[in-house]
């Protein structure tokens, strides 16, 4: 994302609801890939952070996975995303890393 | 007679086998697990090597002879190429999950640093088999070769940095605690003396001077991020053997927009200077006249260049969309970015940042001149 989509869409998240944001798909299936991949590696198997293929992620519901992506996990390397991810965005990464499906 | 057919069988075979490859290098292409081969004079991709696994956060070290690479793979996959063949000569699948490696200083072993299971592993350079298994029980960081056979490297979940041994029959292992909390990658000098880990976990360095009988961990830069709020972290930074210009380090700070200057003697803070986001890589130009920085997302699409005396931003390039690496010509006249979303390796004059070429990659990442064989480090 460069720096005027980040803008927008910060203004965006602040101006109207997050599930007015459109969803776009491939970029963020690209997103989970390029930089969910960088801790987590390009195949989500794991790396300096855990494995979050679907197997290793059994154990979360759908809400709790997206509040992890947006909120971080205090005391350890995983960032809140939530700067950079609206609540809608975050709830397709939580369905597509339970799922490993976007649909 | 036997010499001389020998001989004349050596120059018939001649201009095959001695071709130079002190100007190539190779460029990872991350998503597709293979290697462009390029030629740094004339600006090009030679040929693509492929079959090497997983390669996002790939690294490679050379041959002596500058011949050979031994890749490192995110798959624990350990691959030797010929650069010259543009083959695969051997793989081993070592470990789960791998996070760089290093030679060491006589070319015959090259180490391998492990998250899963975590340890390090050490292979013949040659075969590829296994001559000692080092399991740590955490994830391991920072791996570099030291001069006398040895390699060393910090341990992210105890820190701790361990130093290995090899020059006798079996590996000689010290280890140093009190490292600090959460080392997420380390640098050793050119000289193999000063050894500096970045820490997650605590707002300082740790810097180690390897040439003491007893290194003793000691803080640098100590709350340098006091009392700001540290920013999410989206990607750790890298420390690079780069990092010394003209007497002193340049180290990118974590969770805040700026890089950090140390003086290289005592070791002390000589300046900051704010970058445009995060930094991930701090690299001085070969001279240490200039630094060059990138960044983390979602600031990746842009590069800026630091003068060593004012320790100014003196120019801003926006390469494209995920500037993931940079790498110089040995003498610095040139720099070669990868730019992952763009699918473009761009080359840079360094000096009137004027762009002289482009080289099209799939997703490149780290960018291998094989000047690195001579360097120890890396």
């Known amino acids: 994302m460069n720096k005027a989509a980040l803008i927008l869409s910060l203004l965006f998240a602040g101006a109207a609801s997050a599930d007015e ?16 991949g960088s801790c987590h590696g390009l195949t989500l198997k794991g790396g300096l952070g855990p494995d979050i293929r679907p197997q290793s992620l059994e154990h979360y519901d759908r809400e709790t996975l997206a509040s992890v992506v947006l909120d971080g996990v205090p005391g350890t390397a995983m960032p809140p995303w939530r700067p950079l991810l609206s609540e809608a965005e975050a709830d397709w990464i939580a369905t597509y890393l339970l799922t490993g499906d976007a649909e | ?14 201009p095959a086998i001695a071709q130079p490859t002190g100007d190539l290098g190779l460029v990872v292409e991350r998503a597709s697990g293979s290697l462009l081969v390029v030629d740094q004079s004339e600006r090009a991709r030679l040929g693509r090597i492929e079959g090497l696994g997983d ?27 010929d650069i010259l063949e543009q083959t695969v000569v051997n793989r081993v699948i070592q470990a789960g999950n791998s996070i760089g490696g290093a030679i060491s200083d006589d070319g015959r072993l090259v180490a391998v640093s492990n998250y899963e299971p975590g340890g390090v592993r050490i292979f013949d350079a040659d075969t590829l088999e296994m001559v000692a298994d080092i399991p740590t029980e955490s994830k391991t960081v920072g791996l570099v070769d030291i001069p006398g056979r040895r390699f060393v490297f910090t341990l992210w979940d105890a820190g701790e940095t361990w130093i290995v041994d090899m020059s006798g029959d079996e590996a000689d292992i010290t280890k140093i605690t009190g490292m600090g909390e959460n080392p997420y990658d380390a640098l050793v000098t050119g000289n193999g003396r000063t050894y500096i880990t970045g820490l997650f976990g605590a707002d300082h360095l740790t810097a180690l001077d390897l040439w003491q009988d007893d290194p003793q961990p000691q803080p640098i830069l100590d709350g340098y991020a006091k009392g700001r709020e540290g920013l999410p972290v989206y990607k750790m930074p890298h420390l690079e053997g780069w990092a010394l210009a003209d007497g002193e380090f340049v180290l990118p700070a974590v969770g805040q927009r ?35 920085v990138n960044f983390a997302h979602p600031d990746n699409d842009t590069v800026q260049v630091i003068d060593t005396i004012s320790k100014e931003v003196v120019h801003e390039l926006h390469p494209g969309p995920g500037v993931l690496h940079m790498e110089f010509t040995p003498r610095g006249h040139e720099v070669w970015l990868s730019v992952r979303d763009a699918g473009k390796v761009i080359v840079y004059d360094t000096r009137t940042f004027e762009k002289l070429g482009e080289i099209d990659a799939e997703s490149p990442s780290g960018i291998f001149f094989t000047a690195r064989a001579h360097r120890t480090g890396l």
């Open chain 1, 21 to 36: 944001k459109p969803i776009d798909a491939p970029a963020l299936e690209r997103f989970v890939v390029q930089d969910c």
């Open chain 2, 1 to 14: 007679m036997k010499r001389l057919v020998l001989a004349a069988a050596l120059a018939l075979s001649g």
């Open chain 2, 55 to 81: 390669l996002s956060h790939a690294s490679l070290v050379y041959s002596p002879d500058q011949r050979f690479a031994y890749v490192f793979g995110r798959d624990g996959g350990l691959t030797k190429v």
């Open chain 2, 258 to 292: 700026e890089v950090l200057w140390v003086d290289a003697r005592d070791l002390t803070e000589t300046g900051r200077t704010a970058t445009h986001g995060q930094p991930i890589f701090a690299i001085a130009r070969p001279d240490g006249r200039q630094v060059w």
